[in-house]
């Protein structure tokens, strides 16, 4: 290789190199047959072996892409479950959120309801025990009274009282 370097260098032609090489000389014909089908075997076992490697990188290849698609595919087929658990669940809540909304406006009409029966009921008790009290007192008259036939047996507190409930009662018959 110097050999070549060094003749270029001195302006040798290339063809004198090769003249004086090794492959010139006087056995070079038997080498040059020996070497070309070695060369040659050797060219056809490195291309052999490129063409098992790249077989076998797009085999790998191939293997690896058929691999990624079982597992695309297995990643797309949980995802539709999960997506269609995910809509189910979603529904059930959409479905209990309604029914509870329901129950609470029943309850809100039955409460309404019940205020309104109470109050009601609280007005009709005050006016039961304005009645009764009023009754109460006028007994407590006619009690009084027809024993002395006289009012100024009742005190002035009672006097007071039935006074508060003759007012009441004007009240609530206006």
Do not use: C, W
């Amino acid at each position: 290789m110097d050999k070549i370097f060094d003749s270029q260098d001195n302006g040798e032609s290339l063809s004198s190199v090769v003249e004086n090489d090794v492959f010139n000389s006087p056995t070079s014909e038997d080498t040059e047959s020996l070497v070309t089908p070695f060369v040659e075997e050797l060219i056809k076992i490195s291309v052999n072996i490129m063409y098992a490697e790249l077989k076998l990188t797009i085999e790998d290849f191939k293997k690896q892409v058929n691999s990624n698609a079982r597992a695309i595919e297995a990643l797309t087929n949980n995802f539709t479950e999960f997506q269609q658990i995910q809509e189910n669940q979603s529904n059930q809540v959409m479905t209990i959120i309604r029914e509870l909304q329901e129950r609470q406006i029943q309850l809100q009409d039955t409460q309404e309801r019940e205020r309104e029966t109470l109050e009601t009921i609280t007005k009709e008790m005050t006016r039961f025990i304005i009645k009764f009290n009023t009754n109460k007192n006028r007994i407590e008259q006619l009690t009084g009274y027809s024993l002395s036939n006289e009012s100024d047996h009742l005190d002035i507190q009672q006097r007071l009282m039935n006074l508060e409930a003759r007012i009441n009662e004007l009240e609530n018959q206006s």
